[in-house]
């Protein structure tokens, strides 16, 4: 997986080792592997609380360090008795932002001062990679005590000009709302939340947000729509309003992002939505109106919004994608042809 760049290993009963490069599959070898194998491995990766989340929920994700201290992302899931793996090679080290090819600005979620945050994206969406990229620039910042609240910590930060605690659930606290609770206690002006997964760490970081807190909070969803509309299902229904008003008064900005194949070389770059929240976003996010925002958001294009559209058209613009590539991320192809393809053949 090394040598080859692979983005993945993936471990399945029945199955040939197979590699992830440049999303096709490729064969690492051509033997079938049995379950016993992948038990063998997972003995001394797995603890008791592990095996108490696959119990639980069906699948745990850990670090998983090899003898050499390569450090990979290990999600094991377990179907009807039978586990599988993926491993996923972590950088050496911590990310920058400026290499990331994120608009401008992202940068700017690094210098508020309170508030609530949102960061998209789902999996291999490159969103964990831009939230460390964050809490390294926050790090810079001597003004600045920050606690990061992780599943598994992926990226070690090095001593910067702020006070920084990483915490990891399970490993130095028993939830992330404890967590962000003792933070809180403990007098963290920064809290950076990697996955925001259930009603109680929603209700513990928009508490944090209201206190004065700046949160920065990581969410499965692929669009800023989808983010809203994730974290407004989180509560039970007779909630959603009180939710809504809260979101609306404690939201800074939002982005959701996905990685796209680049055009003219290996590698990818991302595709990324913006939200500021200014009073037109605010009083569309208290209604629950969520389907308006990316009219806001072309409209608002000078305060730094930007749709997934006009992101696409600008990646098409620059020759960083394919237009194949760009119309498969597209929320609406013909916005991006009318824009991107009609000019140039009228030229």
Do not use: W
Not at 6 to 19: E, F, K, T, Y
Not at 85 to 92: G, H, Q, S, T, Y
Not at 334 to 347: M, Q
């Amino acid at each position: 997986m090394t040598r080859v760049g692979a983005s993945a290993l993936h471990l399945v009963p029945g199955r040939a080792p197979a590699l992830r490069v440049q999303r096709r599959f490729v064969g690492g070898d051509e033997t079938p592997l049995l379950q016993s194998d992948i038990d063998e491995l997972l003995r001394d990766m797995l603890f008791s609380d592990h095996r108490e989340r696959i119990a639980r929920c069906g699948h745990v994700e850990v670090l998983y360090v090899s003898r050499s201290g390569k450090r990979y992302r290990a999600t094991v899931a377990e179907v009807s008795g039978s586990a599988s793996l993926v491993m996923r090679p972590l950088p050496e080290s911590t990310p920058k932002l400026e290499a990331l090819d994120l608009p401008d600005h992202v940068a700017a979620f690094a210098r508020f001062r309170s508030g609530f945050v949102t960061v998209a994206g789902f999996f291999g969406s490159g969103k964990s990679t831009t939230l460390a990229a964050l809490v390294g620039v926050l790090a810079q910042d001597p003004t600045r005590h920050i606690v990061t609240v992780e599943d598994s910590i992926e990226f070690l930060h090095e001593n910067g000009a702020a006070l920084l605690h990483q915490r990891e659930v399970g490993t130095h606290v028993v939830s992330a709302p404890a967590a962000i609770q003792q933070a809180i206690a403990s007098g963290v002006d920064t809290i950076v939340v990697g996955e925001i997964r259930s009603a109680a760490t929603l209700e513990a970081a928009i508490t944090a947000a209201e206190s004065g807190c700046l949160v920065l909070g990581g969410v499965e969803a692929g669009s800023i729509v989808g983010t809203l509309t994730e974290l407004q299902l989180m509560v039970d229904p007779e909630q959603r309003d009180r939710l809504r008003a809260r979101l609306a008064r404690a939201l800074r900005g939002a982005m959701a992002q996905s990685l796209l194949q680049r055009s003219h070389r290996a590698g990818h770059v991302p595709v990324v939505e913006l939200l500021v929240a200014n009073a037109a976003a605010r009083d569309t996010i208290r209604r629950g109106d969520f389907h308006e925002l990316p009219a806001i958001m072309q409209r608002c294009r000078g305060l730094g919004m930007q749709t997934v559209d006009s992101a696409l058209r600008s990646l098409l613009g620059r020759h960083l994608v394919s237009q194949e590539e760009a119309l498969l991320h597209a929320s609406n192809r013909d916005e991006v042809l009318v824009r991107h393809v009609l000019p140039t053949a009228a030229r």
